[in-house]
């Protein structure tokens, strides 16, 4: 008990530190917020969730998963966050491909970015395997008024998208949809799949604009599609992809890479962006030997444990208020 209380003494005293050092010295200037979306490839915890197919990753399964292994990798993907931004931290990031509350609360409370004292809202999916999308936030920086999930009619179960309204420093309201759209492993299908989920979206921003026409709205994660896809063009017509002309993909496949992760800005919020792009960091990589350059440096390659954080790369953007 007595270790509990004093490592949240530390984690408060940690937290306030950061605000004074980092964040106040910024607020009497035009706020910059910096919005990270990462799919962190299959970020489990070793303990078996009932009516989920995640056996392969426990300690027993197949690819031997373990709490040093977990941890190794949680490390990893705080080092990732804290890297976007030199002299701050990022102030809202999506996340994908992580199973539950227990990972997320190692994730803000035992990795580097405990210091920031984040806090973080999450899906309850219908996937299969168990995975779900999450948006870390800084509390300093962005309140959240309202989150809830939202759950498309898919022909199979997939990730849910998760809506979080918040406002910012300035007291811009930003509206943001968290997504991790079906894959490309059922073909047509899929690709249907994730256009449902695209009107779901679209459908849910034709109710904000019902109530607030000047509404921030934000979309971004994994759209397991490229910036010329049938679900970005047609069913995202109205917003704007801020990935679209980025040379460096956010995953490589079979060699090519390709730009899967995006972020999608309406015309209100298209005049805030300062910058947007893919971090491609040198940690994040590692030489590709079979195709020639360099491909994201991931957490296993087959069954084999290759030591890794992620198979996709973050993709980033900056706003100014």
Same mark, same amino acid.
């Given at each position: 008990?007595?270790?509990?209380?004093?490592?949240?003494?530390?984690?408060?005293?940690?937290?306030?530190?950061?605000?004074?050092?980092?964040?106040?010295?910024?607020? @009497?200037?035009?706020?910059?917020?910096?919005?990270?979306?990462?799919?962190? !490839?299959?970020?489990?915890?070793?303990?078996?969730?009932?009516?989920?197919?995640?056996?392969?990753?426990?300690?027993?399964?197949?690819?031997?998963?373990?709490?040093?292994?977990?941890?190794?990798?949680?490390?990893?993907?705080?080092?990732?966050?804290?890297?976007? !931004?030199?002299?701050?931290?990022?102030?809202?990031?999506?996340?994908?491909?992580?199973?539950?509350?227990?990972?997320?609360?190692?994730?803000?409370?035992?990795?580097?970015?405990?210091?920031?004292?984040?806090?973080?809202?999450?899906?309850?999916?219908?996937?299969?395997?168990?995975?779900?999308?999450?948006?870390?936030? @800084?509390?300093?920086?962005?309140?959240?008024?309202?989150?809830?999930?939202?759950?498309?009619?898919?022909?199979?179960?997939?990730?849910?998208?998760?809506?979080?309204?918040?406002?910012?420093?300035?007291?811009?309201?930003?509206?943001?949809?968290?997504?991790?759209?079906?894959?490309?492993?059922?073909?047509?299908?899929?690709?249907?799949?994730?256009?449902?989920?695209?009107?779901?979206?679209?459908?849910?921003?034709?109710?904000?604009?019902?109530?607030?026409?000047?509404?921030?709205?934000?979309?971004? *994660?994994?759209?397991?599609?490229?910036?010329? @896809?049938?679900?970005?063009?047609? !069913?995202?017509?109205?917003?704007?992809?801020?990935?679209?002309?980025?040379?460096?993909?956010?995953?490589?496949?079979?060699?090519?890479?390709?730009?899967?992760?995006?972020?999608?800005?309406?015309?209100?919020?298209?005049?805030?962006?300062?910058?947007?792009?893919?971090?491609?960091?040198?940690?994040?990589?590692?030489?590709?030997?079979?195709?020639?350059?360099?491909?994201?440096?991931?957490?296993?390659?087959?069954?084999?444990?290759? *030591? *890794?954080?992620?198979?996709?790369?973050?993709?980033?953007?900056?706003?100014?208020?």
């Amino acid at each position: 008990m007595k270790k509990r209380v004093m490592h949240k003494i530390s984690a408060i005293f940690g937290a306030s530190l950061f605000f004074f050092l980092y964040i106040l010295p910024h607020l @009497s200037y035009a706020q910059q917020i910096t919005l990270m979306s990462y799919n962190c !490839e299959n970020a489990f915890d070793t303990i078996h969730d009932v009516g989920k197919n995640d056996f392969e990753y426990l300690p027993d399964g197949n690819r031997h998963w373990s709490r040093g292994k977990l941890f190794y990798k949680l490390n990893g993907i705080g080092k990732t966050i804290m890297a976007v !931004e030199e002299s701050r931290p990022v102030d809202i990031v999506c996340l994908n491909e992580v199973e539950n509350d227990s990972v997320l609360t190692w994730l803000t409370c035992k990795t580097p970015l405990a210091a920031v004292g984040y806090k973080y809202v999450m899906t309850n999916s219908a996937d299969v395997r168990g995975v779900d999308v999450a948006l870390l936030y @800084s509390p300093f920086t962005f309140h959240v008024i309202n989150h809830y999930s939202i759950r498309a009619k898919t022909t199979t179960p997939t990730r849910d998208v998760l809506y979080v309204s918040g406002v910012t420093l300035s007291h811009d309201t930003l509206d943001i949809f968290a997504v991790h759209l079906p894959s490309k492993l059922n073909g047509l299908i899929g690709e249907e799949n994730r256009c449902v989920v695209a009107r779901t979206i679209c459908s849910s921003i034709d109710s904000i604009y019902n109530i607030r026409k000047n509404a921030n709205i934000v979309v971004m *994660g994994d759209f397991n599609d490229g910036p010329k @896809s049938k679900v970005i063009k047609n !069913e995202f017509s109205h917003l704007t992809d801020l990935m679209a002309h980025e040379k460096q993909g956010s995953y490589k496949y079979k060699g090519v890479w390709q730009c899967i992760d995006h972020i999608l800005v309406n015309e209100k919020l298209l005049p805030r962006v300062s910058s947007s792009g893919v971090m491609a960091n040198p940690m994040l990589l590692e030489e590709d030997t079979k195709y020639g350059g360099v491909k994201p440096y991931r957490t296993y390659v087959g069954f084999k444990y290759n *030591g *890794g954080y992620s198979d996709h790369l973050p993709v980033f953007a900056r706003f100014t208020f």
